[in-house]
């Protein structure tokens, strides 16, 4: 007889595993299936978490470095690596294990293996040990998440070629060090490793780091990383990268094509991600896929197989974590017959770099090329209490508003704890608030909050500290 249940979600990263717990709470008799080895996917187990708490490690490295400049005596610092890994290590299997404890909780039945869809209705559990099972269920969510791009002809051994899971499990710091992408993870990565003594060099095919961002905001955080003593090669393509036993070559050319060698010691190639789809076995089922290799969903994430739903990074739609979650709960809750829904115009992104960067909403660039008119409030945190009563200022908070309604569009954010400060954003926006709304509303003194209180004061021209 095989096992049946009410719902069989495939994958247990964010998406998946929240979407388990919500289906379970719902009264859904639910199997979550995982084919790593620990529940959590690539956030908990080799991405948002470990970064983290490397980041985090790293950080206070390069403070405890400098606490002599500000009256804290302390002697020489040193670096045990190995014990930093062990920390973030036990980040990770404290946060996993929690995964299961809740799944218990929740009597959600947990197979280890590898999915693949053997009908609509039945997936085949495959796992290391040759054992091979069927389960069934009237419906089954994909939340299997996505991978790193690598380059055309290039293969990662996350040894010298690395991807973001190389670079968070590196032995010992890298003398010199090429990031080849602008984007989120090579820039945190690069923070990481640079902090720990490396020379770290990006190379960016644009002109701009971080696409896709508030282009003032992108500039100002290009400044901040380059006195970081981060390098950066804007405008320039890799063709190809070769190894020897001690030393990578990255061989580029610029937009005029002049030719560049960068020689290093380890490549961390950070180009973009792709939807992990290829071993669910989707066209058994007739499930379509769209020119980018994601699954296509509609409205209520179901793909074209109406009992099959798809959610995270395997969809359309920015990869990360906290989307996938919403997806997963709201799926969860279509399933169950309720009416869930994402506001997709109210996800924040948050980079974890020193300071930190945070948006949510729409950017200058995209308000011009949607001829939308619309007022700017900035403020600095040069000029707020807190931040310089701990010698954090550099960055600032920008507000984009209609400039008839006052309605928020979108807000963007370069300084201390961007990525805690976005939060009351979020909620601002998702209520429909206005500037005024936020420039009326008493922020606790001193905090890095009044900032935001500030640049909303801003838009008309009337902050008290500026």
């Known amino acids: 007889m095989l096992e049946k249940f009410d719902v069989i979600v495939i994958g247990s990263g964010p998406g998946g595993y929240v979407c388990a717990i919500r289906l379970a709470q719902l009264g859904l008799k639910t199997a979550c299936i995982e084919s790593r080895d620990t529940l959590g996917g690539t956030c ?19 403070k405890a470095k400098n606490f002599e400049k500000i009256g ?12 930093m890994m062990k920390n973030k290590n036990k980040s990770v299997t404290i946060l996993t294990k929690g995964i299961e404890f809740l799944f218990k909780k929740n009597k959600i039945t ?17 796992h290391k040990d040759k054992k091979e099972k069927i389960i069934e269920s009237k419906n089954i ?53 640079s902090r720990l003594g490396s020379e770290v060099h990006v190379i960016e095919f644009l002109d701009h780091i971080t696409p896709g ?37 990255a061989q580029t050319s610029d937009k005029e094509g002049k030719k560049k060698n960068f020689e290093c010691d380890v490549a961390l190639i950070s180009i973009g991600r792709k939807p992990c789809t290829q071993n669910l076995n989707l066209n ?17 994430f179901q793909t074209t197989i109406s009992n099959i739903y798809a959610i995270g990074d395997v969809i359309e739609g920015p990869m990360l974590a906290h ?28 980079i974890y770099t020193y300071p930190e960067v945070a948006y949510v909403g729409m950017t200058e660039e995209q308000l011009k090329s949607k001829k939308q008119s619309y007022k700017i409030g900035k403020f600095s945190f040069m000029a707020n209490s807190r931040a310089k009563a701990i010698d ?14 006052d309605k928020i569009l979108g807000v963007h954010i370069i300084g201390p704890h961007a990525g805690e400060l976005i939060a009351e954003i979020a909620i601002a926006m998702e209520f429909g608030a206005s500037s005024e709304d936020i420039a009326r509303t008493c922020h606790a003194h001193p905090t890095f909050s009044e900032a935001i209180k500030e640049a909303a004061l801003s838009v008309d021209k009337r902050q008290i500290h500026s």
């Not at 908990?44 to 390069?62: D, V």
């Not at 991978?147 to 973001?164: A, Q």
Request: aromatic content about 6%; hydrophobic content about 40%; overall charge positive.
């Open 392 to 405: 954090e200022t550099e960055g600032f908070v920008k507000i984009l508003v209609n400039d008839k309604t």
């Open 284 to 300: 058994k089922v007739g499930i379509k896929l769209d020119e980018k290799g994601r699954i296509k969903v509609n409205k209520n």
């Open 110 to 126: 947990y197979f280890n293996g590898v999915a693949s869809f053997k009908s609509k209705n039945q997936v085949h559990i495959s």
């Open 72 to 83: 804290i005596e302390i002697g020489q610092v040193k670096l045990n690596l190995e014990k």
């Open 323 to 350: 989307k996938a979650e919403e997806e997963g709960i709201a799926a969860a809750e279509l399933i169950a017959g309720q009416a869930g829904q994402v506001n997709y115009d109210v996800i924040p992104g948050v």
């Open 44 to 62: 908990l187990n080799i991405g948002c978490i470990p970064s983290k708490s490397l980041l985090n490690l790293s950080e206070n490295f390069h």
């Open 141 to 193: 969510v994909i939340s299997t998440g996505s991978e790193p791009v690598n380059l055309p002809g290039i293969k990662f051994d996350e040894k010298k070629i690395i991807s973001s899971t190389g670079a968070l499990s590196m032995q010992s710091v890298p003398k010199k060090m090429l990031v080849i992408g602008g984007g989120y993870i090579g820039l945190e990565m690069g923070s990481v490793w």
């Open 213 to 249: 961002m508030d282009k003032e905001i992108s500039n100002e955080f290009m400044k901040i990383l380059k006195k970081q003593g981060i390098n950066f090669h804007l405008n320039t393509k890799v063709d190809s990268i070769t190894k020897s036993t001690n030393k990578v070559v």
